[in-house]
């Protein structure tokens, strides 16, 4: 509308202008012969230049109007623009606003997870459980292990060492079996009822019970078994204490890696359960007594434990060595005439060279053999031994150190290829054999996660021939058929030796606890006494390969 009156003013100034055209025209045309007055001419001037004026205001009026209008137009295309802009940040508010709304609850679980993962893992951290005062430890680890021998020994786990010879139909043929009755459960409850005393109670268990209804063919329902299972009471009296320890536990003669404290035990880190030839060791029922001194750097102990014998040779028919096992035994075992405990004495200083960590320790082992004759007396053969050991962390954390010996007469039970402590002559008397034990390992971590072990041990005894076939290592033994399927082998062992190596590879370590997957391979040497038939020295190799997948949840 705006337009139209600008066009209709244009057009009116372009009515009154055209008069005043025809008038000029006039002007200059050839005069007429009439004349106008000049007051009229005047009179129209001041009319038209008073509208001409006029129009002038009222175009000059319409471009403001215009301009102004063209004004409101930018700024409300302006505010028009600002709100899309606002529009846009609010739809981008409202969809982050949504997006918030829909992620709240996975926030929360979120959270929720994490609050849930940190006190798991500040539980797994503190290790133990608190009941009425008392600290419960648990332990123990589940195993599936595989083991393969050259030779079939009949063993489970635990190797037997005594490796067959040619003679036996056995020896040709490999022994391959999975097993998961080494796995083990444990606990430790703890109690102080004084600042200087703490009470302790400790547990071992594993699944190598083998009653007479335990069979690998269908159920494979082996029993449970105890490791070990005693009570300690420990007196810290601040730089020395003093600890007493009933129970069934590791001897006093295993090698120690911290004073002689219990649980410090420096066991081999092989897979086989019956360890290296050359480990000294029993799990033992008994009392210990041990005591520190010097800011628990000397120690002092003495055990004493339940005794059995391993005899050997030929045992005449006036003697009683053992009897079948009666109540609370497995009457297909036998048990050996013992009325004297096994008696062991140790010392031990536990120290530091320079950064690394140095255990030395001796011990001595005294003994009795008992057997009834001719069902008219008792024979008694006293026996001793003595040996040390030492542990070192020759570079710390990184390559550790040891080695240990035992040497005497009697002391065959305390070795892992469990050769015979003593022998009969043909009149019922007991001789105890004479025997050396002794095994060195190493022990690398390359990394946290990886541990790799070597070992070698060697258990052998000398020869004690008796009279006529008695004793052992007896010349006239016919070892002429050792090397014919089905032949006579009847010479006895003289040594066991092996040397072994393998790794503990952890595949996991964390809040949950340790998994990790072990490796072993070992050779193992079995020779006999020479005999007046036996050309040279009779020996056996057995090599074994060993796996085992284990699991330690706490």
Not at 185 to 191: H, I, M, P
Request: charged share 15%; net charge neutral; glycine share 10%.
């Amino acid at each position: 509308m705006k337009l139209q009156h600008a066009l209709l003013a244009a057009v009116s100034i372009g009515a009154v202008l055209a008069p005043n055209a025809q008038a000029a025209e006039k002007k200059h045309a050839k005069p007429h012969h009439h004349h106008t007055a000049p007051a009229a001419k005047s009179s129209e001037s001041v009319v038209l230049k008073s509208e001409v004026e006029e129009l002038k205001a009222q175009v000059t009026a319409l471009r403001e109007e215009i301009k102004a209008q063209r004004e409101t137009v930018a700024t409300t295309q302006t505010a028009v623009a600002q709100t899309q802009v606002q529009v846009t940040q609010t739809q981008q508010q409202v969809g982050s606003l949504s997006q918030s709304v829909a992620e709240t609850p996975k926030l929360a679980k979120a959270a929720a997870d994490t609050e849930v993962a940190s006190a798991i893992e500040k539980e797994h951290a503190k290790g133990y459980i608190d009941f009425k005062g008392i600290r419960i430890t648990p332990g123990g680890f589940l195993e599936l292990a595989g083991v393969y021998r050259q030779h079939y020994q009949g063993n489970d786990i635990a190797s037997s060492f005594s490796v067959p010879f040619p003679n036996a139909h056995n020896y040709y043929v490999g022994e391959g079996r999975f097993t998961a009755r080494q796995s083990r459960l444990s606990f430790l409850a703890q109690g102080k009822p004084s600042e200087h005393t703490t009470l302790s109670m400790y547990g071992e268990f594993d699944f190598q019970g083998a009653a007479q209804t335990a069979n690998s063919n269908e159920s494979n329902s082996y029993n449970p078994r105890i490791r070990v299972l005693y009570g300690q009471v420990d007196w810290d009296r601040g730089d020395s204490g003093i600890h007493f320890l009933a129970g069934q536990s590791w001897s006093l003669a295993t090698l120690q890696g911290k004073g002689l404290t219990p649980r410090s035990e420096v066991i081999p880190l092989v897979i086989d359960a019956q360890y290296v030839p050359g480990f000294a060791w029993t799990r033992n029922p008994g009392v210990r007594l041990t005591a520190d001194f010097a800011d628990h750097h000397l120690w002092i102990g003495a055990s004493v434990e339940s005794p059995a014998t391993l005899f050997g040779g030929t045992v005449p028919s006036t003697v009683t060595s053992s009897i079948t096992g009666g109540s609370g035994y497995n009457s297909a075992n036998s048990l050996t005439l013992n009325s004297v405990p096994d008696f062991i004495e140790k010392v031990a200083y536990q120290g530091d060279i320079a950064g690394h960590a140095l255990h030395i320790e001796g011990m001595a082992i005294e003994r009795t053999a008992t057997a009834r004759v001719n069902g008219q007396y008792n024979v008694n053969k006293g026996s001793a031994g003595f040996g040390g050991g030492v542990t070192l962390q020759a570079v710390p954390k990184v390559f550790d150190l040891q080695f240990s010996y035992l040497g005497g007469k009697g002391i065959g039970r305390y070795g892992s290829t469990q050769l015979p402590d003593v022998t009969f002559d043909a009149d019922g008397s007991i001789h105890a054999i004479k025997e050396t034990i002794m095994l060195g390992g190493a022990v690398l971590h390359p990394t946290s996660m990886l541990d790799v072990y070597g070992y070698a041990g060697e258990e052998f005894e000398s020869a004690l021939p008796l009279s006529g076939s008695y004793g052992i290592g007896n010349l006239a033994a016919n070892d002429s058929g050792c090397f014919t399927e089905g032949g006579t082998c009847g010479g006895n062992t003289r040594a066991i030796r092996q040397i072994t190596a393998g790794l503990w590879q952890k595949i996991y370590s964390g809040s949950f606890g340790r998994a990790q997957v072990g490796l072993q391979y070992d050779y193992t040497q079995r020779e006999l006494f020479v005999s007046n038939n036996s050309n040279g020295v009779p020996r056996v190799n057995q090599n074994m390969g060993l796996i085992s997948f284990r699991y330690y949840p706490f």
